[in-house]
């Protein structure tokens, strides 16, 4: 996972985020074989540490199998794509961690773009219409009508598709939200990118 710069058309030069602008938050996968694959955000959570322990103070971003809960909340959404080998979650900034380091971790998930189900997806929510929208095909959203109650987690087709994808833990940090009347006391740091498997 890459942060990207404010206008989305490079890697940010700074970790640090006013708070209430946007985070946008690339991730790709590689395609290796002639096999296309969907990159999907299963879980995304927020926390002040860069490895997750059982008594971490976290903030709920992505939950349910693919479901942008900060944007229920927020104005948090998925970008379209350009391409479906990768993803960009356009995360409004929040007041959990402010004025320390913030790591996103995220469980990324590449799969069979033909294959979407409650558990295989990416899920915003539209406040102008008031419902969820599935981000790969808006026709498909009643996929997404699960977002506001607990999604099956198993997929229609079984076992025997989970050899059509791939897991992957990534963690995206450290970030400072700063409040902007701050910002001007904080000394920006480098961006740093740090991967788990």
Request: glycine residues 4%.
């Amino acid at each position: 996972m890459l942060l990207l710069n404010e206008r989305i058309t490079a890697v940010a030069e700074t970790n640090v985020i006013p708070l209430g602008s946007f985070i946008p938050i690339w991730a790709t996968v590689a395609q290796e074989s002639h096999q296309p694959l969907l990159l999907l955000m299963e879980e995304c959570v927020a926390a002040t540490t860069p490895e997750l322990q059982a008594n971490s103070n976290v903030y709920p971003i992505i939950t349910n199998k693919g479901c942008l809960l900060d944007s229920e909340k927020g104005n948090s959404m998925f970008l379209q794509r350009y391409h479906s080998s990768a993803i960009t979650l356009y995360l409004q900034s929040f007041k959990f961690g402010l004025g320390e380091e913030v790591y996103i971790h995220c469980k990324l998930l590449a799969w069979d773009p033909e294959v979407l189900s409650e558990s295989k997806k990416a899920c915003h929510y539209v406040k102008e219409n008031e419902r969820w929208e599935l981000l790969d095909d808006p026709m498909q959203s009643s996929i997404c009508d699960c977002c506001s109650r607990t999604c099956n987690t198993r997929s229609k087709r079984g076992d025997e598709w989970e050899s059509n994808g791939f897991r992957h833990t990534s963690v995206l940090g450290p970030l400072i939200i700063m409040d902007p009347s701050q910002q001007n006391t904080q000394n920006a740091s480098d961006v740093s990118i740090a991967d788990q498997d």
